[in-house]
């Protein structure tokens, strides 16, 4: 090569040098997986019992009838320790898997909320969060934290469709809004995700039996909450196949 045909190539490789960003880094939102995501269970009153009569993870607050603006709430699994639960032991999907889970996975869950507004015919809007604990060896470990945002109206008497099975309601209160994966622990610690959200404030009729009620509105609560959030997820620290 010739110097005068040398000179042209050395002022682009100067050019791209001078122009190339500092330490710079492959592209995260491009590693890792991303797929769907699907959280789901049975969430329990403590003050009313469980149907195995197994302790709740932590002690709740179920959302009071009437339902008024500012009222906060809580439901909450049984412990992983407490053996079987068939509503919350497949609670847990991804697609694709998640590396070293089930599928779908053991999770118990503790579910929180607060009624931001109300307006006529027992309709209004509720925010929340939903913390789910993966269960393995029979112990409460990695979490994954979901806040939501929902409107809910009054709902009849209806089936709801879990992976465990179908649970018997007697009405309540439908929320349906969207959910935001905000924070994880464990494996979950960089997960991200969204995707819309339904949840049902109920009375099982066991429940209802074991207190001697006839209704929620005759027990004065709604006792069960059975939640499913589906939607989206990625995660730059899983590598994919």
Known sequence: ?????????????ALLVATAPAGA??????DGARGSISLEGLALSSEFGTPTGRPTLVQTTPLRIPVTEGAEFSYSSIECSSGPAP?????????????????PAPIRSVVEGTVTDTTTNDRGRIE???????????????????????????????????????????GGLALNG???????????????????????LTCLPSTLTRNAATSCADLGAFSEAVFQARGSFSDPTVPTA
């Not at 090569?1 to 490789?13: D, G, I, S, W």
């Not at 880094?25 to 491009?30: E, T, Y």
């Not at 509503?87 to 599928?103: A, Q, S, Y």
């Not at 990695?142 to 099975?165: A, H, K, N």
């Open 1 to 13: 090569m010739t110097r005068k045909a040398l000179f042209p190539v050395m002022a682009l490789v």
């Open 25 to 30: 880094k492959p592209d995260k939102a491009r």
């Open 87 to 103: 509503f919350n032991d497949k609670g847990l999907d991804f697609n694709r898997d998640f590396p070293g889970l089930e599928d």
């Open 128 to 170: 929340g969060t939903i913390t789910s604990f993966l269960c393995e060896n029979g112990e409460e470990t990695d979490q994954i934290v979901i806040s939501f945002t929902s409107r809910f109206r009054p709902t009849s008497p209806r089936e709801v469709r879990l992976r465990g099975g179908t649970i018997q309601t007697t």
């Open 178 to 200: 969207r959910f935001t994966i905000t924070e994880g622990t464990g494996r979950f610690e960089d997960i991200s995700g969204q995707g819309s959200f339904r949840t049902l």
